[in-house]
């Protein structure tokens, strides 16, 4: 499974749009780029899923560029209940396991 | 949606005792379900992968007669804390794949909260 970097954390407003890029440089053809979200003392819960260029839900974006050797996932206008742990994971779809590396908490003021 | 409960959601034991912690698929069938735990402040680690009706796949580290792991149905796995001691307390948490679920089908539990006094 390909390893991911993301950063440690970072701060944002409430009503900014913030942006988390993970780095995953040995990404293999066949594997997908998925986002988790885990607030404090419970399970993780799925964000977004990708495999290449953009890819949007109700709560995400998830940009790849052409490479696929990074991912940004896009939170737009964060509140305060975004406070949460994100995670980037890489690995082929419908894998046997997942994998999670450390994560980037993300803190929002007020 | 898919569904996973957790159960216990915290449970506090004494040290040399042993405490089951079950996960179950609430709407769906599960061959494969997976047992992480998580250190304040850390990452999810994966610990096994329960399959049902056959053995439990450990991950590299995670000693087997420890952490007992029981599948015995679709709906139902079992992890047993075995002689818990307070380096064992930590948040466990269990995960199960529903393919036609939404997103990439990982559903994970609510965790359970152990505390090894």
């Known amino acids: 499974l390909a390893k991911t970097t993301q950063p440690i954390s970072m701060d944002s407003y409430e009503g900014q749009e913030v942006n988390i890029t993970c780095s995953h440089n040995?990404?293999?053809?066949?594997?997908?780029i998925t986002w988790y979200q885990q607030f404090p003392s419970q399970g993780p819960r799925f964000i977004i899923q990708?495999?290449?260029t953009k890819v949007t839900n109700e709560v995400a974006s998830l940009f790849i560029p052409a490479d696929r050797k990074s991912s940004t996932l896009s939170l737009p206008r964060v509140s305060l209940s975004d406070t949460a742990v994100y995670y980037c994971?890489?690995?082929?779809?419908?894998?046997?396991?997942?994998?999670f590396g450390a994560g980037t908490i993300l803190r929002v003021k007020s | 949606g898919a569904v996973v409960s957790q159960h216990p959601s915290r449970v506090i034991c004494k040290s040399g005792t042993s405490v089951k912690i079950e996960c179950r698929s609430l709407?769906?069938?599960?061959?494969?379900m997976f047992w992480y735990r998580q250190f304040p402040k850390q990452s999810l680690m994966l610990m096994a992968t329960?399959?049902?009706?056959?053995?439990?796949?450990?991950e590299q580290g995670v000693e087997k007669d420890k952490f007992l792991i029981n599948h015995a149905s679709l709906t139902l796995s079992t992890l047993t804390v075995t002689s818990a001691h307070p380096e064992d307390s930590s948040f466990y948490i269990c995960?199960?794949?529903?393919?036609?679920?939404?997103?990439?089908?990982?559903?994970f539990g609510s965790g359970t909260r152990l505390t090894v006094v």
């Open positions: 995960s199960a794949r529903e393919p036609t679920g939404r997103g990439d089908g990982y559903t």
């Open positions: 040995n990404i293999a053809t066949n594997d997908y």
């Open positions: 990708g495999y290449k």
């Open positions: 994971l890489v690995g082929p779809f419908g894998g046997n396991k997942l994998v």
């Open positions: 709407d769906f069938q599960a061959t494969t």
């Open positions: 329960s399959n049902e009706g056959s053995k439990a796949t450990y």
